[in-house]
């Protein structure tokens, strides 16, 4: 099976720089421990189309997937959200290497209550690599849009500030963590939180920047 995996994997490294080209979907992470996975229902699909509109992607409808199945390997941007605890067992961790070692992306956004269970999960699936916090300076905040200070706060909880962190394979980031900044709650219907939309915006543009540097994957920081 893990021969398997690696296959996929080296195949989806070898056509991102191709994929938006094409048309793909973004994907929600499916995952166990009782986190509620599935929050921010209209977060992904709103992104989507701010991305199709803005940036003239082509984008399907949004899917759903587990994160031990080899569908994985078919989705360039993968997100993840929720409030609570997070599991990963030993295949569903080889699974998830895989794909991010082989050239996925992997946004994780912390819906407020799910760092102090994702950061041990994180600690076993890479245990030779650290999470650190990503400089200013970094591609993935200067895509699309400028974000010269980093993460927009979208939601106040601890009056702690924003912090993006991200794990790094060959000079590649291929895993970012939203910290403090509640991104995804950024991107949903306005109704749902009311947000100020200027809020929205700045959200949904940093989330286009995520997906697109998923495409791109650079690797220096600009100049």
């Known amino acids: 099976m893990q021969k398997i995996f690696c296959a996929i994997a080296l195949i989806l490294a070898t056509s991102l720089a ?3 080209q094409s048309t793909f979907s973004l994907a929600v992470l499916k995952y166990r421990g009782g986190g509620d996975w599935y929050a921010n229902p209209t977060s992904v699909p709103n992104l989507t189309e701010f ?4 940036m003239g992607v082509n984008l399907g409808e949004t899917e759903f997937v587990d994160v031990g199945s080899a ?3 078919t989705y360039p941007f993968v997100h993840m959200t929720g409030h609570g605890n997070v599991v990963f067992n030993t295949r569903e961790q080889d699974n998830l290497r895989a794909y991010l070692f082989g050239g996925g992306f992997l946004h994780i956004d912390d819906n407020y209550g799910m760092d102090p269970f994702i950061r041990p999960q994180l600690e076993q699936l890479f245990p030779d690599k650290e999470l650190v916090e990503i400089p200013f300076d970094h ?3 200067h895509q699309q849009y400028d974000f010269d200070k980093g993460l927009p706060k979208i939601h106040e909880h601890d009056e702690l500030p924003p912090r993006g962190y991200g794990i790094f394979h060959e000079g590649r980031l291929m895993l970012f963590y939203s910290y403090e900044s509640d991104l995804g709650d950024g991107w949903e219907d ?3 939180h009311n947000d100020p ?3 929205r915006i700045k959200a949904l543009q940093m989330g ?5 540097y998923a495409l791109t994957g ?3 920081p600009r100049p």
Do not use: G, R, T
């Open 18 to 20: 191709v994929v938006a």
């Open 51 to 54: 991305c199709k509109s803005e």
């Open 71 to 73: 569908d994985l390997f």
């Open 139 to 141: 591609p993935v905040y």
């Open 190 to 192: 306005q109704a749902v």
């Open 197 to 199: 939309e200027e809020n």
């Open 208 to 212: 286009a920047n995520l997906v697109k």
């Open 218 to 220: 650079e690797k220096a």
